[in-house]
T-cell receptor, first 114, second 114 residues
Framework: AQSVTQPDIHITVSEGASLELRCNYS??????LFWYVQSPGQGLQLLLK????DTLVQGIKGFEAEFKRSQSSFNLRKPSVHWSDAAEYFC???WGTGFQKLVFGTGTRLLVSP | DAGVIQSPRHEVTEMGQEVTLRCKPI?????LFWYRQTMMRGLELLIY????????DSGMPEDRFSAKMPNASFSTLKIQPSEPRDSAVYFC????????????FGNGTRLTVT
């Protein structure tokens, strides 16, 4: 079955430090790749997406992600984390439906220390 | 744009009772999704609709769960009878029929079955 893996359940980063959240997906048709963020008590908000073209994509709030087909990965990065970035982050994949039928990873909870 | 609206935000009910969750998608969106989020299983797709027609309900846990979309602006997810293991946050999401259209989530309904 198609699956999305986020190996880190929790990550703690100091404010101002860089961040990388990992995401790997199982092999399948050309994927559409997404990162969503969820703040407590809220729904999910789209950070960025990859459909085609440049494998480094820019998103909102200073986030970026890089698609590496050879590694089946789509890692999320931010050069300098702010306290307001503390939230849960979900990687999601659409295996070619084109209308957002997504399979989500289990999420990574980001904690930001002063 | 008011976003995807879900009601109620919180629902507490006793085992065996009927529960109805409601969703109003964003106007003009062709697809509507119901997701369930639990600590153990993460985000699971339960069912999705295209132009008010259920397309794939393979994620619905069992016959106690049913979903309807009587028109383009309203959908319900019903659980009858409810059980404690149904306790979760239920999200509704909608999107356009375009590959580059993001999925918009509501703020969810937190269901507690005692």
């Amino acid at each position: 079955a198609q699956s999305v893996t986020q190996p880190d359940i929790h990550i703690t980063v100091s404010e101002g430090a860089s961040l990388e959240l990992r995401c790997n997906y199982s092999y399948g048709a050309t994927p559409y790749l997404f990162w969503y963020v969820q703040s407590p008590g809220q729904g999910l908000q789209l950070l960025l997406k990859y459909f085609s073209g440049d494998t480094l994509v820019q998103g909102i709030k200073g986030f970026e992600a890089e698609f590496k087909r050879s590694q089946s990965s789509f890692n999320l990065r931010k050069p300098s984390v702010h306290w307001s970035d503390a939230a849960e982050y979900f990687c999601a994949v659409d295996w070619g439906t084109g209308f957002q039928k997504l399979v989500f990873g289990t999420g990574t909870r980001l904690l930001v220390s002063p | 744009d008011a976003g995807v609206i879900q009601s109620p935000r919180h629902e507490v009910t006793e085992m065996g009772q009927e529960v109805t969750l409601r969703c109003k998608p964003i106007s003009g969106h062709d697809y509507l999704f119901w997701y369930r989020q639990t600590m153990m299983r993460g985000l699971e797709l339960l069912i999705y609709f295209n132009n008010n027609v259920p397309i794939d309900d393979s994620g619905m846990p069992e016959d106690r769960f049913s979903a309807k979309m009587p028109n383009a602006s309203f959908s319900t997810l019903k659980i009858q009878p409810s059980e404690p293991r149904d306790s979760a946050v239920y999200f509704c999401a909608s999107s356009r029929d375009r590959g580059d259209s993001p999925l918009h989530f509501g703020n969810g309904t937190r269901l507690t079955v005692t």
